[in-house]
Nanobody, 124 residues
Framework: QVQLVESGGGLVQAGGSLRLSCVGS????????MGWFRQAPGKEREVVAVISRSGGVTHYTDSVKGRFAISRDNAKNTVYLQMNSLKPEDTADYYC?????????????????WGQGTQVTVSS
């Protein structure tokens, strides 16, 4: 198993940027497909972006394409989410998640390791 800890959330004005980080402890970080999910108040948890074990393949939900970028550094056991041109509708708790396997999946139920979350608030 891998334990995940997110950081980098905060309050930002619309149009601003934030970079989230997720550090994994434990062995075998590179064996995990990684994802960023978010959950806004009163809404279901949704996928934001996922990345393959090597980092060579990524997938984004339509609402963040062109604004967000997911990346990973397996030597540092870390996955990142660079968020640019933030909008008030991006306000949510953001979670890092991991699953063993090579297939990129976008359902939260397919991920079995989760961080505690970091809050992102975008003011208008």
């Amino acid at each position: 198993q891998v334990q995940l800890v997110e950081s980098g959330g905060g309050l930002v004005q619309a149009g601003g940027s934030l970079r989230l980080s997720c550090v994994g402890s434990g062995r075998g970080f590179s064996d995990y497909t990684m994802g960023w999910f978010r959950q806004a108040p009163g809404k279901e948890r949704e996928v934001v972006a996922v990345i393959s074990r090597s980092g060579g393949v990524t997938h984004y939900t339509d609402s963040v394409k062109g604004r967000f970028a997911i990346s990973r550094d397996n030597a540092k056991n870390t996955v990142y989410l660079q968020m640019n041109s933030l909008k008030p509708e991006d306000t949510a708790d953001y979670y890092c998640a991991a699953r063993r396997g090579i297939v990129l999946l976008t359902f939260a139920s397919e991920y079995d390791q989760w961080g505690q979350g970091t809050q992102v608030t975008v003011s208008s």
